[in-house]
């Protein structure tokens, strides 16, 4: 089987939108958590473990977007300086 070799644009688009998915779920998991800890008849001990679940999901989204933001801003230097990544 012979698959078409994939530009560096197609690579570079495809991280990005990789990224943003990782960065919508981490949010969507630091929204429960934080909800999670609204819950005041849970006991100190499940809190205290899911507060580090939601400083870690935040840490994680963060993390993703500037990774995202990044690259963005890489990439667009690269087209600036005319390598337009069609290699």
Request: hydrophobic share 45%.
């Amino acid at each position: 089987m012979n698959t078409p070799a994939r530009t560096i644009r197609e690579i570079a688009h495809d991280t990005l939108e990789d990224l943003e998915s990782a960065q919508i779920a981490l949010r969507k998991v630091e929204a429960v958590l934080y909800a999670a800890l609204a819950d005041r008849g849970t006991s100190q001990h499940v809190r205290n473990l899911v507060d580090v679940a939601w400083n870690l999901a935040a840490d994680g989204a963060n993390t993703a977007d500037c990774n995202r933001e990044q690259i963005v801003a890489a990439l667009s230097g690269c087209i600036a300086l005319g390598a337009g990544g069609d290699q």
